[in-house]
């Protein structure tokens, strides 16, 4: 398709290329799940394994780009890779199929490209910044767009504080930030919170909220008039959402 440049087709192959042998891994880990020993140390190993294929990818196919795996330091200036292997890597070692490979470019410090795949379900979500965001076909790909819902008795959330519960209309710990992020861009969930993360967690998913017309603010901000989206990126504080139902869970939980 014309809108996929060859920079993020470039980074859908490789994670699809990579999670290849994620996706047996995951077959062989359901088969652990009736054994008290060994799981973790498997899983260990299928994460160790998705670095080093990751890495050695990214860097064949484009050298000039750093390549950051989960807390590593990322360079100042340069652009680079911004890697989460297995993100929900507690799923993953218990068999639920409710993870995924995260990748964001990050370029003078703005995510401009992103890619968040679950070889669990084969479902590829990407973005690249100002073209949108999109989830993988078999003929075309579906264009991405946060729900229009308003009211918080009505939104499904993902989040883990327990101010929430008496407003909403559910909430979800899933316990895989990026994948929740990218159902936030589909719409399947209304409201992500979540606070503490890692920016590869966070990246990848942010671009995808925001290409799908969503929001993204700092929890702490005092001030939401505008996003602070490097304040997100750096501390790992997030509220994802459309812009309506965003600021009402900022006030609720900063009251």
């Not at 498997?42 to 050298?63: C, H, I, T, V, W």
């Not at 490209?113 to 949108?132: C, H, L, Q, R, W």
């Not at 890692?198 to 929890?219: H, Q």
């Amino acid at each position: 398709m014309s809108y996929i440049s060859t920079n993020l087709n470039f980074l859908i192959t490789v994670v699809k290329k990579a999670a290849n042998s994620l996706s047996r891994d995951f077959s062989e880990i359901e088969k652990l799940q009736s054994s008290l020993r060994g799981h973790q140390e498997f899983a260990k190993a299928a994460y160790e394994r998705m670095s080093k294929d990751l890495r050695n990818e990214l860097q064949r196919g484009r050298p000039n780009y750093a390549v950051v795996i989960g807390q590593e330091e990322a360079p100042a200036k340069a652009a680079y890779f911004l890697v989460c292997p297995i993100d929900g890597l507690l799923n993953f070692m218990h068999g639920i199929p409710y993870f995924a490979v995260s990748v964001a470019v990050v370029e003078n410090g703005n995510v401009t490209s992103a890619v968040i795949y679950n070889p669990a379900t084969s479902d590829m979500y990407f973005a690249e910044k100002g073209k949108g965001s999109f989830k993988e076909g078999y003929r075309n790909h579906e264009r991405l767009r946060v729900s229009a819902r308003k009211e918080l008795s009505e939104a499904l959330i993902g989040a883990k504080d327990s101010a929430l519960h008496h407003s909403v209309a559910g909430i979800r710990v899933n316990d895989c930030l990026s994948l929740d992020l990218a159902y936030v861009a589909a719409g399947k969930l209304d409201v992500v919170v979540s606070s503490e993360n890692i920016p590869d967690t966070v990246a990848a998913g942010m671009l995808l909220v925001k290409e799908s017309g969503g929001a993204v603010y700092e929890l702490n901000q005092k001030d939401i008039r505008s996003e602070d989206l490097a304040s997100v990126l750096a501390c790992g504080n997030i509220i994802a959402s459309n812009a309506i139902l965003g600021k009402k869970v900022h006030e609720l939980l900063n009251k």
